[in-house]
């Protein structure tokens, strides 16, 4: 058909289109809108260069620039017409020879003051041209102001809202909606007393009629007091999770600035968007940092940090407790912070989240290990026993660094040996096995490591020997004898502390025991030795001859700086008697230890040259030996 014919050019030239300005086909069987054209800077430059490029050469008036002393020889030619003088440029018409069209020039103006005269001569037609200044200056600085401002106005948008030169005040807090906490207690293991603490928290957000109903008031504050990395900020966190409420989280240093007025400026507006939020909790993380006691400083003067803190107790007097707008804070250091915080009616209740038991460390391996390939030989008991004191940080970092050690070695699973080498690494250090010692020197370790332990399986309390090693460690370690401990403890007998001091002095008498000579392997034991030593004499009263008297000097009040501290209580003749006992102590253990050694010298011997060849030694090896040798 004729349509067809003519219709076909009018597609290829609309699929051309679309090609060069990426526009997509239209879809059959759509909704029927046109599509959406996907557009490119790159199009829009080279239109613009293809526009620029024919204005210049087809659209634009053709202008030829001749030199001064050309015009000049035009003009006694008679050859120019309708010239205009500038104070710098000379235009004009040059009428064209032989049918040639005329064209017009451009000429740069120079001092020559006989051009009128000779424009008068040969009767050439000119005028004059005054361009006005004005709008050039006014230009030369409106654009530099308006590049600034664009500059300006595009850098506040990178800050994002909140950010600018007037919200200093603003409140840095984040804020986590209902959905976006994501924390519940079933998160939270090793801490069960203080997750009932804060189970009655939950139910003071969620049911807060159920108390008020019978006179009852919804307490202020809690603060969460406990060493680092015990699960604080995440157990508020769980809090707020399980009420299903916003949470503010912000740390005590953020309120606090350069400017003055600043922090109690963002405490106000921090309590105001909770107002506004409630229910919801507001969690203040290290409260150290804003809450310290006032009338500390030595200088005097009402600073910026008391100026925060006076504003932090105004708002929390003034906080109605039927608003449903509890107030968290952690801290690890409570005896520096103002009693004023601490009083009845701003943080009522302070719950202690202290490190977990073996139950608790247990449960904390499991919470950590469940997106972990663990091997059938790995026993979470066990490895909680192998680490007392160790708090939910230190375990989350054991499972992450064995899980890391046994892809390393592309393991399937992390097996008992990878986490045997992440405790070791965690307590102890990154294992140097390519640091050289010479023969001696490894000798000495050798020797050094199996007093401690030999040590450490003669005497009674002491704990047992779980593995000796004499590869470097850490930074100064060039050997270890680790212990495991059978259960954890609260309180140490007088008995008990003596038979560690033996064991801190086991590598020091085999090295004199063995080579007559003595090294600066033993530093580390010997303070750990006196520390214990001067406890027992001036803490614990455990010296028959200073009798039921402790002579520890006090604690440091928050109050006071540390040059008002007070001194010892006590004379220079009872000082020159705690030197004594403690130097015996450290003596009669020294005695004892070197009639052990002297008993178990074959073992001693045996022992430091099976770790000399094979660098570990298990703990159970080292029964076996000891049981033979009886």
């Not at 959905?179 to 969620?206: C, M, N, P, R």
């Not at 390393?408 to 965690?426: G, L, M, P, S, Y």
Request: net charge negative; with cysteine; charged share 25%.
């Amino acid at each position: 058909m004729p349509s067809d014919g003519k219709k076909e050019p009018q597609e290829n030239l609309k699929e051309k289109l679309r090609a060069f300005f990426g526009a997509q086909p239209p879809q059959k069987g759509g909704s029927g809108l046109p599509p959406r054209a996907h557009f490119s800077i790159w199009y829009f430059l080279m239109v613009l260069f293809l526009f620029s490029y024919m204005q210049q050469y087809y659209l634009s008036r053709k202008v030829e620039t001749i030199s001064y002393s050309q015009f000049k020889q035009y003009v006694a030619e008679g050859s120019l017409s309708d010239l205009t003088i500038s104070p710098d440029t000379i235009t004009g018409t040059l009428r064209g020879k032989d049918k040639k069209p005329d064209e017009e020039f451009i000429t740069v103006r120079v001092d020559d003051p006989g051009l009128v005269t000779d424009l008068d001569a040969h009767k050439v037609g000119y005028s004059g041209h005054y361009e006005s200044k004005f709008l050039s200056s006014v230009l030369s600085w409106v654009i530099p102001m308006g590049i600034f401002f664009l500059i300006w106005r595009f850098a506040m948008k990178k800050m994002g809202p909140g950010m600018g030169v007037m919200s200093f005040g603003k409140s840095k807090a984040k804020v986590f909606a209902e959905s976006e906490t994501k924390v519940s207690f079933a998160d939270v293991a090793g801490i069960d007393e203080a997750k009932e603490e804060l189970q009655e928290v939950v139910e003071f957000l969620s049911t807060p009629g159920k108390f008020q109903r019978l006179g009852g008031r919804i307490p202020k504050g809690v603060l969460l007091v406990g060493p680092p990395g015990t699960g604080k900020t995440l157990l508020s966190r769980a809090v707020a999770g399980e009420a299903k409420v916003p949470f503010f989280s912000i740390s005590g240093s953020e309120f606090v600035e350069m400017f003055v007025g600043v922090g109690a400026a963002r405490v106000r507006d921090l309590f105001a968007q909770a107002t506004i939020q409630a229910p919801c909790i507001i969690f203040i993380d290290e409260l150290d940092a804003l809450g310290k006691a006032r009338g500390a400083n030595v200088m005097g003067g009402h600073d910026e940090q008391e100026q925060t803190l006076n504003q932090l107790l105004v708002e929390m007097d003034g906080f109605e407790t039927n608003k449903g707008v509890i107030i968290m804070a952690a801290t690890n250091r409570p005896e520096v912070l103002d009693p004023a915080l601490l009083r009845p009616g701003r943080f009522d209740r302070q719950v202690v989240v202290d490190r977990p038991d073996i139950n608790g460390r247990e449960a904390i391996l499991k919470i950590h290990s469940r997106n972990v390939l663990l091997a059938p030989d790995v026993d979470l008991r066990e490895i909680a026993g192998r680490t007392p004191g160790f708090v939910g940080a230190d375990l989350a970092n054991i499972i992450n660094e064995a899980a890391l050690l046994a892809a390393r070695k592309d393991k399937e699973t992390v097996a008992a040996v990878d986490f045997d080498e992440a405790i070791d690494r965690v307590v102890g250090g990154l294992q140097k096995k390519g640091r050289m010692m010479n023969p001696l020197e490894k000798e000495i370790v050798a020797f050094h490591e199996s007093g401690h332990a030999i040590v450490a399986e003669s005497v009674e309390h002491a704990d047992p020997v779980h593995k000796i090693s004499v590869i470097p460690r850490g930074t100064a370690a060039l050997g270890y004898t680790q212990q495991q401990p059978t259960e954890d403890r609260y309180l140490m007998t007088r008995s008990e502390l003596l038979d560690r001091l033996a064991v801190l002095l086991g590598g020091r008498v085999a090295e004199e025991l063995v080579f007559g000579e003595i090294s600066t392997g033993a530093q580390n034991d010997l303070q750990r030795a006196t520390d214990i030593a001067r406890s027992m004499v001036t803490e614990y009263g455990m010296s028959d001859r200073l009798g039921l008297v402790t002579y520890q000097r006090a604690r440091q009040s928050a109050l006071l700086p540390a040059v008002f501290a007070p001194g010892k209580d006590y004379s220079e003749e009872k000082a020159g008697q705690i030197d004594e006992e403690v130097a015996r102590f450290v003596e009669e253990a020294h005695q004892r230890v070197q009639q052990i050694l002297s008993d178990h010298r074959t073992v001693l011997d045996e022992l430091a040259a099976l770790l000399s060849q094979k660098e570990m030694v298990t703990g159970s090896e080292l029964r076996k030996m000891m049981g033979n040798a009886k």
